[in-house]
């Protein structure tokens, strides 16, 4: 009895130090990313980020106008750095692209571009 009633102790002081953790760091994680800036041309589209928070943010999904898009690099930022996220499709003069980039929790930076 007396063993399950430790055990139970420590099992919740390991949960509670990661849920404190996984809080915080999805905290900074919701305001770390800008778009810096981002070019377009028929192939491909590159979104510059800019990681203004203190944790290491990594891209884990993208779409495009709803669709997955294919993401041609790892993209891992350090904090207060710029990193490149290139996406590959096929992209047409005259229209605007809605693009949603995900990262590890599950936040996400959008913006339009057009050709």
Request: no cysteine.
């Amino acid at each position: 009895m007396l063993i399950t009633f430790v055990s139970g102790i420590l099992f919740y002081t390991f949960v509670m130090q990661n849920v404190s953790f996984a809080t915080n760091t999805f905290s900074n994680q919701i305001a770390a990313l800008l778009v810096d800036s981002f070019t377009i041309n028929s192939t491909h589209i590159v979104a510059f980020l800019q990681n203004t928070g203190s944790k290491l943010v990594e891209i884990t999904s993208a779409y495009i106008n709803g669709l997955i898009a294919a993401i041609v690099n790892l993209v891992k930022i350090v904090p207060n750095a710029v990193g490149a996220v290139i996406l590959s499709g096929t992209f047409l003069a005259g229209n605007t692209y809605n693009v949603k980039l995900g990262t590890i929790f599950s936040t996400e930076v959008t913006f339009q571009a057009s050709l």
